[in-house]
């Protein structure tokens, strides 16, 4: 059991810079989060692009901001549980809570922030009406451990960066791979789309242009694959396919923890940021009250002003004066 | 003054009648959005989630499918040949009288 003084549910922006703001009041956090990066919506959908309104920075990359924000976090040791969703919250007899991930991982504090953004990124998933019989039978969303699928014949469908990038992994590594696309524009890099062609000069991999996976067979698992396009039905004996279509944010089980939700954001009181749940607190977009505007720089002051009330929840004897940080400098953890 | 008239049909067959500004360099997702019609505009207007996509009705002419919009409705569900992200649609005189539809929702 992972314990600590706040779980912060999400490791955007928010939740990074709310363990600098709770570290200067001497508190531990510990992330979770369900991709396997920090740095939430910028790490996963616009490390590139750079933002025009963080105070201090006329002009910042997303994934820069990213790294400059776990910089800070830094001296506070913060823990991380990546690749995790958080699934369930348990109120303890004293209040504290135990949020346990999809795969059984617990961490127990007095406090939980939820800076959960737009929600945890799911894999999007295609159309297909037996796919829910193959999931995880050969059907998978995300590659973990590549090494045990090496040497084999696979398909992956996809145009983004995903898609290309394991593509060419594999095809490079002894297996076969057909890759299947709608259309025969690519979202990824253009040099990853040339290695691609590269391959299948080679003879190690099948592009599949205009063309969609429109079925699957198999007893118990994935068996085959059937691949169509205008014109014809191509069938692949393989035990693997990777849709690969990339990542879109849904609130999930957030949404089960009885707190007050509209339009998919959490309700909060703009003293502290507090749910209606004493104890766990939400900031940046996935809360919600009357003037909320989902900007970076405003989770960063909620998640200041939600750590006031946390300190006085996990130390409610103690008296704290603001000292600003020109005074008494960044104390780190040992 | 140079409103403009556009008609979006959402996705319960309603009929909106908006009145949109072409003076305020506002996209149809974010005019959708100030209607508090049901456009989640998830990434914001960048062409990366395809959460405001619509099914044009009309002739209306106005830019061509950039690369970034290609690549998103490449991936996304259930695309027409009329279809285009309301975030990459700008508002100008030349689109009165437009009528376009909510795509569905992605499941």
């Known amino acids: 059991m992972i314990k600590t003084d706040i779980i912060i549910v999400g490791a955007g922006p928010v939740g990074l810079f709310a363990v600098f703001e709770a570290g200067l009041m001497k508190l531990r956090c510990h992330l979770i989060d369900a991709i396997p990066q920090a740095g939430g919506q910028l790490s996963e959908i616009y490390p590139k692009k750079p933002i025009y309104d963080i105070p201090g920075y006329p002009s910042v990359l997303a994934g820069e901001l990213v790294d400059k924000l776990m910089e800070q976090a830094e001296p506070f040791k913060p823990g991380f549980t990546l690749g995790e969703r958080a699934e369930t919250i348990e109120k303890q007899e004293d209040g504290s809570f135990i949020v346990t991930t999809a795969i059984g991982t617990q961490h127990h504090a007095p406090v939980v922030m939820i800076a ?119 069938t692949i004996d393989t035990k693997l396919w990777f849709p690969l279509f990339g990542l879109s944010p849904k609130l999930g089980p957030i949404g089960d923890w009885g707190l007050e939700i509209e339009k998919n954001a959490i309700v909060v009181d703009t003293f502290d940021y507090q749910t209606n749940r004493p104890g766990i607190f939400a900031v940046g977009d996935v809360n919600t009250y009357p003037g909320k505007l989902k900007l970076i720089l405003c989770g960063f002051h909620e998640a200041t002003l939600a750590v006031q009330t946390a300190y006085k929840i996990i130390n409610p004897d103690k008296k704290f004066t603001l000292k600003y940080t020109t005074v008494q400098g960044v104390q780190g953890f040992e | ?21 072409t003076d305020m360099n ?46 998103m409705l490449d991936e996304a569900y259930y695309v027409e040949e009329n279809s285009r992200l309301g975030c990459q649609i700008h508002l100008t005189t030349d689109l009165d009288g437009m009528h376009v539809e909510l795509a569905p929702e992605s499941p």
């Open chain 1, 116 to 234: 959960g953004g737009l929600g945890s990124f799911e894999p999007r998933k295609p159309l297909i009406e037996n796919l829910g019989d193959y999931e995880n039978k050969g059907v998978n969303y995300i590659v973990k451990d590549p090494e045990q699928y090496e040497g084999q014949e696979i398909v992956i469908s996809g145009g983004g960066d995903s898609a290309l990038d394991w593509a060419v992994y594999f095809a490079e590594r002894n297996g076969f791979v057909h890759l299947v696309h709608r259309s025969d524009r690519f979202r990824a890099h253009k040099d990853s789309v040339g290695k691609a062609y590269e391959l299948e000069d080679a003879g190690k991999l099948k592009m599949y242009t205009f063309s969609e996976v429109k079925a699957l067979e198999g007893n118990q698992e994935l068996e085959r694959v059937v691949i169509e396009n205008k014109t014809e039905k191509t």
């Open chain 2, 1 to 21: 003054m140079s409103d403009i008239n556009i008609k979006v049909t959402d996705r319960l067959g309603k009929e909106h009648d908006l009145l949109a500004p």
């Open chain 2, 26 to 71: 506002m996209n149809l997702m974010e005019l959708c959005k100030s209607y508090e019609l049901p456009v989640e505009g998830v990434c914001g207007g960048m062409a990366m989630c395809a959460s405001c996509q619509v099914y044009v009705h009309t002739d209306h002419h106005f830019g061509e499918r950039n690369d970034d919009e290609e690549a």
